[in-house]
T-cell receptor, first 112, second 115 residues
Framework: DAKTTQPPSMDCAEGRAANLPCNHS???????VYWYRQIHSQGPQYIIH???NNETNEMASLIITEDRKSSTLILPHATLRDTAVYYC?????????????FGSGTRLQVQP | AAGVIQSPRHLIKEKRETATLKCYPI?????VYWYQQGPGQDPQFLIS???????DKGSIPDRFSAQQFSDYHSELNMSSLELGDSALYFC??????????????FGEGSWLTVV
């Protein structure tokens, strides 16, 4: 699976949008971009995933560049409960059984 | 909605003892994954099972073994425990071949402390 690069940490003011970037310049055509987050010592929580189109759900939006070499996770109105480590992961889904490989992630601190 | 259930949530063992962690996947999910997360580290993939057969193998020590049973629950067996095995162990599950892109869902983890 392609390697990802994320900033180690970011701050965001409560109520503002949090934009978390991820570089995956070696991504292959059959790899999806997944985002998970882990609130302190809890199980990683699925947020969103996409292949090449932008995606939105009740938690967040995922913007993938046209060349698919980078993406941005957007939390539209960050709250204190969004403080967590956010992981961007690329994964081949075709076989359906491939595990997730976690990198270092971005530690997001939402400030009151 | 039902989630991945792990037991026990907390376990304390002495060095050289054996520990067994159990995982009950989301109903109808056919794939189970095990992860280990040491203090201050990111989750590391250990092993996975699909339809009761080993599917992928990560950095699982030889002292560890796992299996998936006919009811799809899985157990991770850890023998000759070492202090360095103290970690949070996550189980996750997914359903192959779905429109959801085979999303993997995690349990809340089992804390293992080796003393």
């Amino acid at each position: 699976d392609a390697k990802t690069t994320q900033p180690p940490s970011m701050d965001c003011a409560e109520g503002r949008a949090a934009n978390l970037p991820c570089n995956h310049s070696t991504i292959s055509g059959n790899e999806y971009v997944y985002w998970y987050r882990q609130i302190h010592s809890q199980g990683p929580q699925y947020i969103i995933h996409g292949l090449k189109n932008n995606e939105t759900n009740e938690m967040a939006s995922l913007i993938i560049t046209e060349d698919r070499k980078s993406s941005t996770l957007i939390l539209p109105h960050a709250t204190l409960r969004d403080t967590a480590v956010y992981y961007c992961i690329v994964r081949v889904v075709r076989t359906g059984r491939r595990a997730l490989t976690f990198g270092s992630g971005t530690r997001l601190q939402v400030q009151p | 909605a039902a989630g991945v259930i792990q037991s026990p949530r907390h376990l304390i063992k002495e060095k050289r003892e054996t520990a067994t962690l159990k995982c009950y996947p989301i109903p109808r999910h056919d794939t189970v994954y095990w992860y280990q997360q040491g203090p201050g580290q990111d989750p590391q993939f250990l092993i996975s099972f699909y339809e009761k057969m080993q599917s992928d193998k990560g950095s699982i020590p030889d002292r560890f073994s796992a299996q998936q049973f006919s009811d799809y629950h899985s157990e991770l067996n850890m023998s000759s425990l070492e202090l360095g095995d103290s970690a949070l162990y996550f189980c996750a599950s997914s359903l192959v071949g779905t429109a959801s892109g085979n999303t993997i869902y995690f349990g809340e983890g089992s804390w293992l402390t080796v003393v």
